[in-house]
């Protein structure tokens, strides 16, 4: 069985296991049960991107035409570029064969471990960081399965009159095998899918890691840049275009990612219940509750008063507006007054003070 059909069966077994640990969560909550559902469930969506990739790729050897005149363009423009030619470092690596060697193993080995590494880091370590950076994977695929299938480009290992070797299939390394055949179609060197991912796990590292050593990330796109270069399996350029695709991708990602958060806070809004009026809010009317019988009642601001209350004066040794409450008896309260002790006024405590009005 083919590798994608592997991958694919796989895919959705993992899928369908997510699915059903999902309903039994609901009956038997376990938080092993959960890690093992999102496990089973990001595996899934990785090994079933995969598979589309790899179909992709196949079918895109049925749209050969232009693959070769297009390497040749992008040849013949990276020289009018002036960019280091590809041609003199392979013929050096030529002349290094246990270097090219190590640069095979790394080509082939490296790419997908390093990728499941990081995903299971991600996954483990941070993994409320891992939902903006699978988009960011699912996108960045995507576009680049576009190139490979409406775009064909041949890997400058194919355009032999440029002076190019097919290194990997004379030193017995070549992961392809015969056209069209082996592990993934050729015609798809634009973009270069290894520079892309090799970036991106670079720079998520860096961003997501608080660890002082992961700047020695670093070294890995730049060792797969110089790898793809050397093996001639890609061209300069097929890792620039690879480079801009992913900041488009983390752009578009995060767009994406705003405007879900968005919808499912307008659609949560929509089904929250609006709260009962709350009668101590401003703008509320208050309620006024008559006071006990008997009880006492001060009132701290008696309003104006009226003609008939008599004022104290506002010169002389005892000058207060208002003389200091006397405590007349139980349940009363009494003001002095300075003219002989006369009362100014008695109230009764159960009867509610009832200001006069200015004439």
Do not use: C, K
Request: hydrophobic content about 50%; cysteine-free.
């Amino acid at each position: 069985m083919p590798l994608w059909q592997q991958a694919g069966v796989a895919a959705g077994a993992l899928l369908v296991l997510a699915v059903l640990l999902r309903i039994a969560l609901r009956w038997r909550p376990s938080r092993v049960l959960g890690i093992v559902a999102a496990a089973s469930q990001e595996t899934g969506i990785i090994l079933a991107l995969f598979t589309f990739w790899q179909i992709a790729r196949i079918l895109g050897v049925t749209r050969v035409a232009g693959g070769l005149e297009r390497a040749d363009w992008i040849w013949h423009a990276e020289q009018w570029a002036h960019l280091p030619s590809e041609v003199s470092m392979e013929m050096f690596m030529l002349d290094h064969e246990r270097w090219l060697r190590a640069a095979n193993v790394f080509y082939s080995w490296v790419h997908f471990p390093a990728m499941n590494l990081f995903l299971v880091w991600l996954f483990t370590r941070h993994r409320d960081a891992y939902p903006s950076v699978r988009m960011t994977i699912v996108l960045f695929t995507g576009s680049s399965l576009l190139f490979h299938m409406f775009l064909p480009v041949a890997p400058p290992r194919m355009l032999t009159s440029a002076g190019f070797v097919d290194e990997a299939v004379v030193l017995g390394q070549s992961v392809y095998g015969e056209f069209g055949s082996g592990v993934a179609a050729q015609l798809s060197a634009l973009p270069s899918v290894h520079v892309g991912w090799a970036f991106l796990i670079a720079y998520e590292v860096i961003r997501i890691s608080p660890s002082r050593w992961r700047w020695l990330i670093v070294l890995h796109p730049v060792l797969t840049t110089l790898v793809v270069v050397v093996t001639a399996n890609h061209f300069w350029a097929d890792g620039i275009v690879a480079v801009v695709l992913l900041i488009l991708a983390e752009i578009a990602g995060r767009a994406l990612r705003n405007a879900l958060r968005d919808l499912r806070e307008r659609l949560s809004g929509r089904r929250r219940r609006e709260p009962a009026p709350d009668l101590a809010t401003p703008g509320a009317a208050p309620s006024w509750t008559a006071p006990a019988s008997g009880s006492a009642t001060m009132v701290a601001d008696p309003g104006p008063l009226g003609p008939d209350t008599e004022r104290a004066p506002l010169s002389g040794p005892r000058s207060a507006a208002v003389p200091p409450a006397r405590d007349s008896g139980p349940g009363r309260v009494s003001h002095g007054s300075d003219h002989g002790g006369a009362a100014a006024g008695v109230e009764d405590p159960g009867t509610p003070r009832s200001r006069a009005t200015p004439r």
